[in-house]
Antibody, heavy 122, light 111 residues
Framework: QVQLQQSGPGLVKPSQTLSLTCTVSGGSISSDGYYWTWIRHHPAKGLEWIGYIFYSGSTFYNPSLKSRITISLDRSKNQFSLRLNSVTAADTAVYYC??????????????WGHGTLVTVSS | QSVLTQPPSASGTPGQRVTISCSGSSSNIGSNTVNWYQQLPGTAPKLLIYTNNRRPSGVPDRFSGSKSGTSASLAVSGLQSEDEADYYCASRDDSLNGLVLFGGGTKLTVL
């Protein structure tokens, strides 16, 4: 059973870079066909898809965030990571990593990390 | 405003059947599968329905999903107090390079 463990700071200063990591256990990030995803939840605005990275390394980003996002794989550590630069208060949210194991469809997220509340504040 | 439109709220009494709608377009719901997620306060979303109408193991059969054209629905029958949560539909959009869309969410209240 694939499990996802998130890590990263919960407080980031405005204009700096948010960095989060998701460690995969019970499976390999290099497994054929898998997409590894980041999603965030704004309490007042609901869920927002940030982007995902294919097992091959190809990335797909939300156009509204594309200029500020980097999602990457670290195969040696079986991890994938999110970097969001030039953050503002509007980026304050709970960030989740997620993936799909039931079907090949990348948006059918049956496995989620526990979530990380990231607050952007000086 | 979300591309996938859900009612902001829904309610019912214990034992009732409640339906939550999700309206999209030909490039998203009309062309891709729909999923439903349940989110309890302070917890990660949980996949409730996938591929329009399939339930993951462990999800009670009180929850069912359907899709017709560019709309989808989640039905909860035999409503229970623990069903009080936020519910989100999701799909992909072919016109936006496969971008994943979530509905705005529906707060289900058990009266």
């Amino acid at each position: 059973q694939v499990q996802l463990q998130q890590s990263g700071p919960g407080l980031v200063k405005p204009s700096q870079t948010l960095s989060l990591t998701c460690t995969v256990s019970g499976g390999s990030i290099s497994s054929d066909g898998y997409y590894w995803t980041w999603i965030r939840h704004h309490p007042a605005k609901g869920l927002e898809w940030i982007g995902y990275i294919f097992y091959s390394g190809s990335t797909f980003y939300n156009p509204s965030l594309k200029s500020r996002i980097t999602i990457s794989l670290d195969r040696s550590k079986n991890q994938f990571s999110l970097r969001l630069n030039s953050v503002t208060a509007a980026d304050t949210a709970v960030y989740y990593c997620a993936t799909h194991t039931l079907t090949p469809e990348p948006h059918e997220f049956d496995i989620w990390g526990h979530g990380t509340l990231v607050t952007v504040s000086s | 405003q979300s591309v996938l439109t859900q009612p902001p709220s829904a309610s019912g009494t214990p034992g009732q059947r409640v339906t939550i709608s999700c309206s999209g377009s030909s490039s998203n719901i009309g062309s891709n599968t729909v999923n439903w997620y349940q989110q309890l306060p302070g917890t990660a979303p949980k996949l409730l329905i996938y591929t329009n109408n399939r339930r993951p193991s462990g999800v009670p059969d009180r929850f069912s999903g359907s899709k017709s054209g560019t709309s989808a629905s989640l039905a909860v029958s035999g409503l229970q107090s623990e069903d009080e949560a936020d519910y989100y539909c999701a799909s992909r959009d072919d016109s936006l390079n496969g971008l994943v869309l979530f509905g705005g969410g529906t707060k289900l209240t058990v009266l």
